[in-house]
């Protein structure tokens, strides 16, 4: 079966670094694409990062652009986030989503992704 686990997640002081991992396993098919999405709590979800796997394009919230990268490897099945000049506001639940067929939904739309992983806690410190 179809699983997503992230990893990487932890404390980090203002200005500081992390790279979140997300390996999917359980399907030998080519997907469609992959992202990260954020929870704070009382917050909504939003989309942070996203990318095709076929041509790799890329997009970030805005918040987020010049700070993070997306990136993936196709042999391991593996996308990362490296998070750099990590600010409070980045404090948040980090979830990994895969989608695995094509959609019309762009990369910022959780319908675009049907699997979830079950989040890793990012918190930044003063």
């Known amino acids: 079966r179809v699983q997503v686990v992230e990893s990487g997640g932890g404390s980090v002081q203002s200005g500081g670094s992390l790279r979140l991992t997300c390996a999917a396993s359980?399907?030998?098919?080519?997907?469609?694409?992959m992202g990260w999405f954020r929870q704070a709590p009382g917050k909504e979800r939003e989309a942070v990062a996203g990318?095709?796997?076929?041509?790799?394009?890329?997009a970030y919230a805005d918040s987020v652009k010049g700070r993070f990268t997306i990136s993936r490897d196709h042999a391991k099945n593996t996308l990362y986030l490296q998070m750099n000049g990590l600010k409070l506001e980045d404090t948040a639940m980090y979830y990994c989503a895969l989608g695995t067929h094509y959609s019309d939904y762009e990369l910022s739309d959780p319908r675009a992704y049907n699997y979830w992983g079950q989040g890793t806690q990012v918190t930044v410190s003063s």
């Open positions: 359980g399907y030998t098919y080519s997907d469609y694409c």
């Open positions: 990318i095709y796997t076929a041509g790799s394009r890329t």
